[in-house]
């Protein structure tokens, strides 16, 4: 019998009730999903967990809502350490402008998985996963010339990594000035986070935006808050 954690469903049934979707292909591929990652990988059951949890969700609705808020007419979105990619890019893809995710992801199960939540996305061309360390490679050395230039940005994981001046440092000249849209948190008692910040406003600092369009905080089911900014 497959074991699914509670929160985890009460998360998916919040979800699809926020979508106010009636795709069953959608929910099949969720379920299906979850029922593999049990049977086929077993040692990331606490990694699905963690991110399929109500605060998950919520960061990435946060996200989608003040990107449409600002009317950006993004289309071709850079994922960076998306992990299963499982709320952002059905979000991306059914609230937003974004016709195409490309997700760049340091671990190969997180990337096998996340072709299980986004098969249909993936069987249509709209969704892919790269093996990449963002902070040490660059990301358009997977890109193909036929491949869409990304207009946008995306990094949720900003405390589990270096400071996003490195990133830009790494793909100079291949990106033209894209939206960037950045999360992270204050919340230094895991080991791997590594780049805490105080404040969105530090968050920017340290990423070098300067056009700031949004720039907010917020406390999540969890207790953790989120800080999240939006800019060039």
């Known amino acids: 019998m497959v074991k699914i954690a509670k929160e985890s469903i009460v998360s998916t049934a919040m979800f699809f009730g926020y979508l106010s979707s009636n795709d069953m292909q959608a929910a099949k591929d969720w379920k299906q999903a979850f029922v593999d990652t049990e ?13 399929t949890t109500i605060s998950q969700m919520q960061s990435k609705i946060w996200l989608v809502e003040e990107l449409v808020n600002l009317s950006l007419d993004c289309q ?4 960076l350490g998306g992990w299963f990619a499982n709320y952002i890019t059905t979000l991306l893809i059914e609230k937003t402008n974004v016709k195409y995710v490309h997700n760049f992801e340091i671990d190969e ?6 072709y299980k939540f986004n098969k249909r996305y993936k069987d249509d061309n709209r969704y892919k996963c790269d093996i ?5 490679e660059p990301v358009w050395k997977k890109q193909k010339k036929s491949d869409k230039v990304f207009d946008l940005v995306i990094n949720t994981s900003c405390e589990h990594m270096f400071p996003m001046k490195q990133f830009h440092k790494l793909n100079r000249g291949f990106l033209d000035n894209p ?13 791997d986070h590594i780049n805490c910040v105080s404040s969105p406003e530090e968050l920017a600092e340290q990423s070098e935006l300067v056009d700031i369009m949004y720039s907010g ?4 089911d969890s207790g953790m808050e989120r800080f999240m900014v939006v800019g060039k």
């Open 39 to 51: 049977r086929n990988f077993s040692h990331q059951d606490r990694a699905l967990a963690s991110a």
């Open 76 to 79: 071709s979105a850079c994922l």
């Open 109 to 114: 199960d997180a990337k096998k998985i996340s």
């Open 132 to 136: 990449v360390n963002v902070m040490f």
């Open 179 to 191: 939206v960037f849209i950045l999360q992270s948190t204050n919340e230094n008692k895991y080991e």
């Open 217 to 220: 905080a917020k406390t999540l």
